[in-house]
């Protein structure tokens, strides 16, 4: 089967992205085989990618967002069928979505919501994911309650799904932070309620629109460019979740006096450890998915590059790089 892999190319003296063939993997009990139509880019990629190294060559299927045919089934599939069409992120410790054919958990697959194409669907699983387990695991954010909830980089892969997830989901007021025209009509037009700015002072901005501060925040970028101004706009005894490391040391001194909390968010956690609960990863994306086939929530893809290929993945991977992209990159299957 075709995959594109990450490795150290000696000749070239860095880490390339190429097209080689591999044989398919056997099925455990509960895997599922899938055919992948689309897929989309995510930084966890790109991070990978970049521990490539001469002592560390590769190669390695990057990829862990997905859309795609279930061919074939383990002993024990109980959820899935064949034929069916379906969407996920997968497991970060098994090949990844870049290749023909894909080797699945089942409890972490979900059906497709019937509305969307492949490419539109592949925009969709690991922010998802991400986002509702930010929203409801880690911050337990009671659905019927008024939060006023920030959402830092709100025009970012996450921010976009976790903007329509809290405004169809919960009785949240949604602040997002954006700086371009484009990301601040997109965030809006997402259902973000009041937009900020990113290197502005958070407290001063929200108290322009009447409030004295927010009571959670949903940290989508990294942490060391927004602390001590997240540390003065949220409010006492809220929480603080964080989906990305920190490269530099944290003050959590600044949380001390408001009884502030700092959690983290890592979708892979339930796969990567095989938790009991890794079920709900596909529940999740079963239930965000009713929302889409109602028209109540959208898929994020913003940039369509074609088909899987060295070139188009190469580019994927410079664009999300550059930190400037809205929504999400998505490319088709591979060329028959």
Not at 133 to 159: H, Q, R, S
Not at 197 to 203: A, G, M, T
């Amino acid at each position: 089967m075709k995959t594109l892999a990450a490795m150290f190319d000696h000749k070239q003296n860095k880490t390339v992205l190429r097209a080689l063939d591999a044989e398919p993997l056997p099925l455990g009990d509960h895997d599922v085989r899938v055919s992948v139509k689309a897929i989309s880019v995510n930084p966890v990629d790109y991070k990978i990618k970049n521990s490539i190294h001469s002592e560390n060559p590769g190669p390695r299927v990057l990829g862990w967002d997905a859309s795609g045919v279930v061919t074939e089934l383990g002993a024990k599939v109980s959820t899935l069928q064949l034929g069916e069409e379906v969407f996920y992120a997968g497991d970060l410790k098994r090949p990844g979505s870049n290749s023909e054919l894909q080797v699945v958990d089942e409890f972490l697959v979900g059906k497709k919501p019937k509305n969307l194409s492949f490419q539109e669907a592949a925009s969709l699983p690991l922010t998802t994911i991400t986002a509702y387990e930010a929203i409801f695991e880690k911050l337990k954010l009671d659905p019927k309650a008024k939060a006023k909830i920030l959402v830092v980089a709100g025009a970012g892969g996450v921010g976009s799904i976790a903007i329509q997830i809290l405004k169809q989901m919960t009785n949240a007021t949604v602040i997002a932070t954006a700086s371009r025209e484009e990301s601040i009509s997109w965030v809006k037009n997402l259902g973000a309620d009041y937009v900020i700015h990113p290197q502005k002072d958070f407290l001063e901005q929200v108290q322009g629109f009447g409030f004295n501060g927010v009571n959670e925040v949903l940290l989508f970028s990294d942490p060391k460019d927004h602390f001590e101004n997240l540390s003065k706009v949220i409010l006492p005894f809220g929480n603080i979740c964080s989906i990305v490391e920190s490269d530099s040391p944290l003050n959590m001194n600044l949380l001390k006096t408001k009884s502030n909390g700092y959690l983290n968010e890592f979708m892979f956690t339930k796969s990567m450890f095989q938790t009991e609960d890794r079920m709900k990863q596909k529940q999740l994306l079963e239930e965000v998915g009713s929302l889409v086939e109602k028209g109540k929530i959208f898929p994020t893809n913003h940039v369509d590059l074609g088909e899987i290929s060295e070139e188009t993945l190469t580019k994927a991977h410079e664009l999300l790089q550059s930190g400037k992209t809205i929504g999400k990159i998505v490319l088709g299957g591979f060329r028959k």
